[in-house]
């Protein structure tokens, strides 16, 4: 297996990335009327109009929770709830995981597998308080599980110590902050060095003051919770009434005007506030095969399962890459890089498992141990 050595990759600013859209999350909101926000939102900051970017940021709010959609909106109720054969066409695009898993391990024959999970919707079931969305005891054996036999790491928009928290499995890989805080553990097998990477560190005192100040101006927003992930600050609007997030939508938008240098992204009900520089989860993947050494193998398989929009600068990457798989999970149709898709967590459990149980009965028909 061919390895060279790590090289750290371009991180410089790009502004050309500042709103990574589309903005289709949750409930299959169509294509369409994902690029109708998005073009009215992109517009809107082209010429400053910053009370047009807050409605057009409503929408994009909304369009990532189609129940709240009321008639007369830009997304129109009927895009929202496609017909069972359009499902069923997205589904035979992206097919279940677990009815296709045979050509999935047909693919990893003379590979090594490299596992990447995210884990709010993926480990752990979507929460309105985020401070509980703890896994369970059985997921977390699972992913103890599948790490004894691959490389495994956990990459997540929160905070590394909080994804760590929630996990509590030292032998993994995590990537916190959508990639931003890198660190892995010591393999005396391999004799390779522990991984701490954290190319965003100068945003650092930006960031924190950012917090304090969205902090403060959103107390007066019943439900909206603002969580420091290190290197990126999440609003979470889950449990804000749709009357509020008009001015909720205000607020990030006076405060961000004040700071060029950092973007806002969507995800699953979340906004969030990040550096401008080219890294996410895509890079964090390209960063963690490079330090595991699989950079440039043909031998090696990467798996990839995620189920928010920032899970798609991943699968983006593995589809150029023409090399590994990337699965989503969600329960609707969605626009998606991802080659195959599972439902929930308790699928992606049972994914982990029949992949465990597949490599013991491969290394017991070898001869090994």
């Known amino acids: ?71 007369g909106s830009t997304v129109a109720a009927s895009l929202l709830t496609p017909p069972a054969d359009c499902y069923n066409a997205w589904l035979a695009r992206h097919p279940s995981a677990l009815d296709r898993f045979e050509d999935i391990v047909g693919a990893s024959k003379g590979k090594q597998i490299v596992m990447f999970l995210d884990y709010d919707g993926t480990l752990s079931p979507i929460v309105d308080d985020p401070d509980r969305a703890f896994m369970s005891d059985a997921m977390r054996a699972a992913v103890r599980d599948v790490a ?68 403060e101006k959103t107390r007066s927003t019943p439900g ?25 939508a205000d607020e990030i938008g006076a405060v961000l005007k004040e700071y060029p240098k950092l973007r806002l992204t969507q995800g699953r009900k979340v906004l969030e506030i990040r550096p401008t520089i080219k890294w996410d989860k895509g890079k964090a993947l390209e960063f963690l095969l490079e330090s595991l050494g699989f950079a440039d193998c043909e031998d090696v398989l990467p798996v990839y399962i995620g189920d928010d929009r920032t899970d798609e600068d991943a699968f983006k990457v593995l589809r150029e890459r023409g090399q590994g798989i ?8 969605k626009e998606t890089s991802a080659s195959y898709s599972l439902q929930e967590p308790t699928e992606v459990m049972d994914f982990l498992h029949r992949l465990v149980g597949w490599k013991r009965r491969s290394l017991n028909t070898n001869g090994r141990v």
Not at 326 to 332: T, Y
């Open 1 to 71: 297996m061919t390895k060279k050595s790590l090289v750290v990759p371009d991180i410089s600013p790009n502004t050309s990335q500042l709103l990574p859209y589309p903005l289709s999350r949750g409930g299959g909101a169509s294509a369409n009327a994902s690029f109708v926000i998005r073009k009215s939102f992109l517009t809107h900051l082209e010429v400053g109009n910053n009370v047009g970017m807050a409605n057009a940021l409503v929408e994009s709010m909304k369009a990532s929770s189609p129940t709240h959609i009321k008639a």
């Open 148 to 215: 004894r036999y691959f490389p495994t790491a956990i990459v997540s928009g929160r905070c590394r110590d909080k994804v760590y928290n929630f996990v509590r499995l030292a032998e993994l890989y995590y990537a916190g902050s959508h990639g931003m805080d890198i660190k892995g553990p010591k393999h005396t097998k391999t004799k390779a060095k522990s991984v701490l990477f954290q190319p965003a560190s100068e945003f650092l005192p930006m960031i924190n003051e950012v917090f304090e100040t969205l902090s």
């Open 224 to 248: 909206a919770k603002v969580e420091h992930n290190k290197f990126c600050i999440t609003v979470h609007f889950r449990c804000v009434d749709e009357k509020r997030w008009s001015s909720l």
């Open 326 to 333: 990337g699965i989503l999970v969600s329960k609707f149709a």
